[in-house]
């Protein structure tokens, strides 16, 4: 990072306006979309409905996205105390409890994702019980990927499917809180073994010996052999996907906290380090950290956002320290980088609060656009900001 940290008054002085703005835009969003799911990620500034697929109707609960538009109207609930996101976000909450009992798409990792912003948000504000059974049935479902030999829970698809067979991701580290949160709801010691035995082994095999990050890592299902690292939306094997490293500083902080694991919070170290070193000179990264200041590439702003929340969440983790201190410059650094150049200059130019992320530019999908996941990032940094003490869903 090459900037000069901004202090906290400046922040605030950015930030207030910035979360009225971005409170703005969900409360319109809720108005525009209903009880529907907008797309994963916008087309020039708006996000359409999430397409029909199969027997999926337009606007349907399918994919690994719908959660952020729940997780937004509970921060903005939490915000303001307005009813309105409250019922708003309560009815998304009876959708996911019918979407996990049908059965619906429920053949990913993501499910941690989805359930913990979606139920275990309303469980932990307003004690829902029927939210509460719906993650504890996600949880039971997601623990259906866990292949105890290796001790990872397999990423996506079919788990007869050879070619995901063993695969997981770095973006696991953030569907684990899932599994803590119903082992502390059931005291089921399976729940806290494959969250202890997952993120150690993505601490030893995706996190490399230079701090940077592999995206994706195979197993052998059948007899655990780590076999190799590979990249599905980074620009190369090798390189350091931006997306997937803000994952693992946030990741295995919030595992850190869930396990007590020292080594998790120094790989959670080990990656906010080696993602700080490698910002331009506006301290918003490029999709991949292969790229620098010069390069025409585009940036990653919900990498950023992301990444604000891990240091925060660091920050919290050693209070009153060197690191907590240095951590919580470089979030305001970026906080305030993302309100200045990265947001509408109108919120209502734009259904986005956050512009010019990348979903998957290998694919070309969702580059320079708006994405759920960097707006609900981009607002739980607010809020953290705004609401001091505040506890994360995760």
């Not at 202090?7 to 009225?20: D, F, H, K, M």
């Not at 309303?122 to 949880?139: F, H, M, Q, T, V």
């Not at 690292?229 to 295995?252: I, K, L, N, P």
Request: hydrophobic share 40%; glycine share 8%; with cysteine.
């Amino acid at each position: 990072m090459t900037t000069t940290p901004p202090t906290q008054e400046r922040t605030a002085v950015a930030a207030e306006p910035a979360l009225a703005g971005a409170l703005a835009t969900v409360r319109r969003n809720i108005t525009a979309f209903g009880d529907l799911y907008p797309d994963d990620t916008t087309t020039d500034g708006r996000y359409p409905l999430r397409p029909a697929e199969g027997r999926f109707p337009e606007g349907g609960n399918r994919g690994w996205t719908t959660s952020f538009w729940a997780g937004m109207q509970w921060l903005a609930f939490e915000l303001t105390g307005d009813g309105e996101f409250r019922d708003a976000a309560l009815r998304h909450a009876a959708d996911f409890e019918r979407r996990v009992r049908a059965g619906e798409d429920l053949d990913t990792h993501d499910l941690g994702f989805l359930y913990t912003l979606a139920s275990v948000a309303p469980w932990r504000l307003l004690g829902d019980e029927s939210a509460r059974e719906a993650a504890l049935l996600a949880a039971d479902h997601l623990m259906l990927r866990y292949l105890e030999p290796a001790g990872v829970i397999q990423a996506w698809g079919d788990l007869s499917d050879p070619a995901q067979r063993g695969r997981t991701i770095i973006d696991s580290l953030m569907n684990m809180p899932l599994l803590t949160w119903a082992y502390e709801q059931t005291g089921q010691e399976r729940f806290a073994e494959a969250v202890r035995r997952h993120t150690t082994e993505l601490r030893v095999h995706i996190l490399r010996e230079d701090d940077s990050t592999f995206h994706t890592f195979y197993w052998d299902a059948s007899t655990g052999e780590p076999l190799r690292g590979a990249t599905e939306q980074g620009a190369h094997d090798d390189s350091c996907w931006a997306r997937g490293q803000a994952w693992g500083v946030y990741g295995f902080a919030l595992n850190h906290r869930a396990t007590g694991d020292p080594e998790l919070l120094e790989a959670a170290w080990r990656c906010a380090d080696y993602f700080l070193a490698h910002l331009p000179s506006d301290d918003v990264p490029y999709w991949d950290l292969v790229y620098h200041d010069g390069s025409d590439a585009p940036r990653d702003s919900s990498a950023a956002a992301i990444a604000v929340c891990g240091l925060f969440e660091l920050a919290d983790l050693e209070p009153g320290t060197e690191r907590a201190a240095r951590a919580t410059a470089a979030a305001h650094a970026i906080l305030v980088s993302l309100i200045e150049n990265y947001t509408p200059e109108r919120s209502e130019d734009s259904d986005a609060l956050l512009l010019h992320g990348v979903y998957d530019l290998p694919k070309d999908n969702g580059v320079d656009e708006g994405n759920l996941w960097g707006d609900y990032f981009y607002l739980e940094a607010l809020t953290r900001r705004a609401l001091p003490g505040w506890k994360p869903y995760w």
